[in-house]
């Protein structure tokens, strides 16, 4: 009843820039805090950026600078402005979300499916 949709990924050269944004709906009661991860090929997947409910962010050091997350508390949206693309950028990008439902529980985890970026030459 949750979900999680990513867009805005693809494929751009080094220095580059991208947008991703990640949609949440369905039977929502709350979100708390929200975050973008990747994962490349061979490798685990790692926080990039988060965002709680009072706007708070972080952002990995390997991105910080270049990234910046931001949310449409309206639109159940986050996104995440990706500028200076380094080829070690590229990976799949998952948004997550902490999320209780309308049809009540506790707060859980979902995830998007994940939209996938390639920094190439």
């Not at 990976?91 to 859980?108: D, E, H, K, M, T």
Request: aromatic share 8%.
């Amino acid at each position: 009843q949750v979900q999680l949709v990513e867009s805005g990924g693809g494929a751009v050269q080094p220095g580059g820039s991208l947008g991703l944004s990640c949609a949440a709906s369905g039977t929502i009661f709350s979100i708390s805090i929200m975050g973008w991860y990747r994962q490349a090929p061979g490798k685990q997947r790692e926080l990039v950026a988060l965002i709680d409910n009072d706007g708070r962010t972080t952002h990995v050091s390997s991105v910080k600078g270049r990234f910046t997350i931001s949310r449409n508390h309206v639109h159940k949206t986050i996104y995440l402005e990706m500028t200076s693309l380094k080829p070690e950028d590229s990976a799949v990008y998952f948004c997550n979300a902490i999320v209780r439902s309308r049809s009540g529980g506790p707060n859980l985890p979902y995830w998007g499916q994940g939209t996938q970026v390639t920094v190439s030459s």
